[in-house]
């Protein structure tokens, strides 16, 4: 060949590859929401906006089409690989963008990417049934624990305050030696009570400073029953009860809710293969009783009707929970597991793809993506009293502080005032005639009178 013919095939095939532009990847994919929904014609959901945003990172345009089995991927009797890990394995795909689970025996005939989305095991189970009426102590979660003792600590200091004031001030008691105190340390207690309960119990404070203390008190307990009533209005009205079925080692341990999962797949593996005797209980259950679902659509929907939990994805379980609002998600998780994107073994993409997947979670897109299509439309039904904790009423706390402090205050001014005026008449000091009545009302000894003077004279 010439040169000249040299140049010519040269600059073609140049102007070949110039023209073919980016790559263009053959894509398999499932339709499950949100993943892969149908928009007319289009496809949408987060697997789709997952794909369009790796797409610009790495710069090559895609081909999508539905798996044609609608399979996710697993083996058949003969041992071939079937669903969207079979179309890849085939050469039918250059990948995979779907919820796949990333599993060993996937990656024994495909790679994976790292993944893009983590989950686990779970159940869901209608609410009706799930709720627990038993909790007899329900009432008591409506305040926090620290709630509770701050409470008891204010109702305590409060009591003993109300005794203090009643001793000290001449108003309460003016004669020690003659009279009798009313408010004893177990009458203190009593008033404190029935002023919390809104009832009374006399006899009441005279002196200003014990009425001060007093009115306190009352303005505390208004303000905390209204919050505990307020709470208990909304406890009340919550559809969202806690589970009487909190685990899989007690769904495995009754009998009066039906559990199933997907055959085949990975999440019956899951428990078909665990050593762990309560999974493993689970999966002879499942097995026995053949209480399979074909697909997820088929699990929700028996969650809806009746006494039915369906065992799959976490991811998936919270989405049937934001649509349907008659569900609710257990709270345990195992098993904990990704999603991957699947390419062909020892192809060069999934480098690339893993890079790409891991800073689109590094600069927040897929968070971005997964409050997209996961927004739940039972959060304003759903709403649920949360316990109160002492922050929440740090203000009438303070005003109680203050409201001791100075009703303390008082009485030993009114005290004061009193062993002034004594002091003036016997021409004594006033800090010990302070001191003799303060022993006289708290030790029952004798104040010091005239006559008793002459007498420890004589």
């Not at 159940?123 to 620290?146: H, Y």
């Not at 009438?396 to 062993?419: D, P």
Request: charged share 20%; glycine share 6%; with cysteine.
């Amino acid at each position: 060949m010439t040169p000249l013919g040299l140049i010519l095939v040269s600059s073609a095939l140049l102007a070949g590859l110039c023209a073919a532009g980016p790559q263009v990847l053959r894509v398999t994919t499932i339709k499950e929401e949100p993943y892969a929904m149908s928009k007319g014609s289009e496809l949408e959901g987060f697997c789709i906006d997952l794909l369009s945003a790796v797409s610009k990172k790495l710069d090559f345009k895609y081909d999508i089409k539905l798996v044609k089995d609608g399979r996710y991927g697993t083996t058949d009797e003969s041992g071939n690989w079937i669903g969207m890990i079979g179309e890849v394995v085939r050469g039918e795909a250059d990948i995979a963008v779907a919820p796949l689970t990333l599993t060993a025996k996937r990656e024994t005939a495909v790679d994976m990417t790292k993944p893009f989305m983590q989950t686990g095991l779970s159940f869901i189970l209608r609410k009706d049934i799930a709720s627990d009426d038993s909790q007899f102590l329900s009432l008591l979660n409506l305040f926090s624990t620290e709630m509770w003792m701050g409470v008891l600590v204010a109702y305590l200091l409060t009591s003993v305050c109300i005794f203090l004031v009643s001793r000290i001030s001449p108003c309460e008691w003016e004669q020690p030696e003659k009279e009798n105190n009313f408010f004893t340390l177990s009458h203190s207690f009593w008033y404190t009570v029935g002023a919390m309960t809104l009832q009374g119990a006399g006899p009441h404070p005279k002196a200003l400073s014990g009425r001060v203390i007093t009115s306190v008190w009352w303005l505390f307990s208004l303000v905390l029953l209204a919050c505990f009533f307020a709470n208990l209005s909304l406890w009340l009205h919550s559809d969202n009860q806690q589970l009487s079925i909190k685990s899989f080692e007690d769904l495995a341990n009754q009998n009066f809710i039906e559990y199933g999962t997907i055959k085949d797949s990975s999440s019956f593996n899951f428990f078909k293969n665990s050593n762990n005797p309560t999974y493993h209980r689970i999966y002879e259950h499942i097995k026995k009783s053949q209480s399979y679902s074909l697909n997820v659509e088929e699990g929700f929907r028996k969650a809806q009707k009746g006494n039915y939990a369906f065992i799959g994805e976490s991811v998936s379980l919270d989405l049937a929970v934001a649509r349907y609002c008659n569900l609710t998600r257990a709270p345990e998780i195992i098993g904990m597991r990704g999603y991957s994107i699947a390419a062909p073994l020892g192809s060069s993409l999934v480098k690339n793809l893993s890079v790409a997947i891991l800073r689109l979670s590094e600069s927040g897109e897929l968070d971005y993506f997964r409050s997209k299509w996961w927004a739940s439309s039972c959060v304003a039904k759903n709403g649920k009293s949360a316990p109160l904790k002492p922050a929440s009423l740090k203000g009438i706390f303070l005003l109680l502080a203050l409201g001791l402090g100075l009703g303390l205050f008082l009485a030993l001014m009114e005290l004061a005032a009193k062993s002034r005026k004594i002091a003036n008449t016997q021409q004594k000091s006033c800090c010990s005639v302070m001191s003799a009545e303060l022993s006289q009302r708290f030790r029952g000894g004798e104040a010091m009178t005239p006559e008793s003077s002459e007498k420890s004279k004589a």
